[in-house]
C-alpha cells in the first residue's frame, strides 16, 4: 500500500476562504443613563477566522457574551471596535444597503422565537422563501420537509400561540434552515427541547454543515457538544479563553492586526444615520402588527434561493446512538426541486 496522504481539514477549510473573521473586536453596549457611554465592554479584543463549512460550538458560563458574538456575526449591530468580516463582507467597508442582501445569506435561530404571531407555522417557515420570491407551487413541498424534519408535520396549521415553547422553537429553526443560509448562528438552540428533539435537530445541523453551511452554536450543554465534533470556542468575561483544537487566526495575521490602525468606534461608514456604538438593528420584540414586521422580518430571516438544490441525503443517517424508533425517517427522495444544494458551495472544505 501507498503512502497516505492525510491532509488537516482544518487547514484545508482555512484555504478554501473565511466565512466569519473577527480582528481585536470589542463591544460596548450603549447605558441611556450615562449619555450613550457603555459602563464595561461586552466583548473583548475577539480576533478568530471561522472557515467555510466548518462546525463550531460557542460556550462560556452565563454573561460571557455568546449572544452578543452571534448577533455580531449575524450583523445585528456592529462593534464598537476592530473589524467584523462575514461572507467576505467587512463591515467596516459595508453600506448600510448593502447589510440586508448580506443578511439574507445568514440564517439565525435566538432564544426568543420572533415567530410572527399571525402566521401559521407553515406560513412563519414559509415566509422567508416568499419573501425571496419562490413560486408557491415549488415552496410548499420544502416547507412541509423541514416541518417534517423538526417533527411538526401535524402542527403546521397551529398558530404560536397554539404551540409549546419547544415547537415555537423547532419553528424558528425550520425558519432559518429552510433558506439554506451559507451561515448559520444558533443561540441556545436545545434549550426548550426534550433529548429526543435536541438530537434531531442536532443531526439537522449536521446535515446543513455536511451541505456546506458554515454553522456557530452557542451552548452550556457539554453533553451536546460531546455528542458532535466540532471546534469549541470558549468565552469567559467577554475574553476567548479556549480555541480548540485549533487556532482559529494565523499568526501572521495576529500579528499584521496589531500592527494595523483599529477603526475607531463610531467610525464605520454607514450610509444614513449614524448609529451608536453597539447598534442595533433587528425585529423588535413586538412583532403583533403586519407590514411593517414583515418587511422588517424579511432582513432578518429571508435568504436568497437562487441556486437549484438536491434533496436532504436519504441515507444520511448519522450515528448518534439515536433508537431509529425515536427517529421519523428522513423524507424519501422526491424527483423534484428541492431547498437542497447538491455539493458543498464554494467548494466548503469543512469538518465535523
Ligand atoms: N442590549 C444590551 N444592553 C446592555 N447590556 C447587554 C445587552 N445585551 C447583553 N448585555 C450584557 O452583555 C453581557 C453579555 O450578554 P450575552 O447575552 O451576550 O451573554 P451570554 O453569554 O449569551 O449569556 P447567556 O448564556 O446567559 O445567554 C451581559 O452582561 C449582559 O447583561
Do not use: C
Not at 503512502?3 to 473577527?22: E, I
Not at 410572527?116 to 415549488?138: C, H, I, K, Q, W
Request: aromatic share 4%.
Amino acid at each position: 500500500m501507498g503512502p497516505t496522504l492525510v491532509l488537516s481539514l482544518p487547514a484545508l477549510s482555512w484555504h478554501v476562504g473565511a466565512m466569519v473573521r473577527f480582528t481585536r473586536v470589542g463591544l460596548r453596549y450603549p447605558d441611556p443613563t450615562r449619555g450613550g457611554a457603555g459602563e464595561r465592554e461586552t466583548l473583548r479584543d475577539l480576533s478568530f477566522t471561522l472557515p467555510q463549512g466548518s462546525f463550531t460550538w460557542l460556550t462560556g458560563p452565563s454573561g460571557a457574551g455568546k449572544t452578543s458574538l452571534l448577533r455580531l456575526m449575524q450583523l445585528a449591530m456592529r462593534p464598537t471596535r476592530g473589524e467584523v468580516e462575514v461572507l467576505g463582507a467587512p463591515l467596516s467597508r459595508a453600506k448600510r444597503s448593502d447589510l440586508p442582501k448580506l443578511r439574507r445569506r445568514i440564517g439565525a435561530v435566538f432564544q426568543e422565537f420572533r415567530l410572527l404571531p399571525y402566521l401559521t407555522a407553515f406560513d412563519n417557515v414559509a415566509l422567508p422563501l416568499r419573501l425571496a420570491g419562490r413560486a408557491e407551487a415549488s415552496l410548499r413541498p420544502d416547507v412541509a420537509e423541514m416541518l417534517r424534519w423538526v417533527g411538526l408535520e401535524d402542527r403546521a396549521d397551529a398558530l404560536p400561540q397554539q404551540l409549546s415553547g419547544g415547537e415555537q422553537q423547532r419553528v424558528a429553526i425550520a425558519r432559518a434552515v429552510v433558506t439554506r443560509p451559507a451561515l448559520l448562528v444558533a443561540d441556545e438552540p436545545t434549550g426548550n427541547l426534550d433529548a429526543v428533539q435536541a438530537r434531531r435537530l442536532l443531526l439537522l445541523l449536521a446535515e446543513m454543515n455536511r451541505l456546506g453551511a458554515t454553522v456557530v452554536v452557542a451552548t452550556h450543554s457539554q453533553e451536546l457538544i460531546a455528542q458532535h465534533p466540532g471546534h469549541v470556542m470558549r468565552l469567559e468575561g467577554g475574553r476567548m479563553v479556549a480555541l480548540d483544537p485549533w487556532p482559529y487566526a494565523p499568526v501572521e495575521e495576529l500579528l499584521a492586526a496589531e500592527a494595523a490602525p483599529l477603526a475607531p468606534a463610531g467610525a464605520i461608514d454607514l450610509e444614513s444615520p449614524e448609529p451608536e456604538a453597539g447598534w442595533v438593528e433587528e425585529v423588535p420584540e413586538d412583532e403583533t402588527s403586519g407590514e411593517a414586521s414583515d418587511e422588517i422580518l424579511s432582513d432578518a430571516v429571508s435568504a436568497s434561493v437562487d441556486e437549484a438544490p438536491a434533496p436532504l441525503s436519504p441515507d444520511f443517517t448519522p450515528d448518534l446512538g439515536i433508537p431509529a424508533e425515536e427517529l421519523a425517517p428522513p423524507p424519501p427522495p422526491r424527483p423534484r426541486r428541492s431547498i437542497w444544494p447538491s455539493a458543498r458551495p464554494e467548494a466548503g472544505g469543512g469538518h465535523g
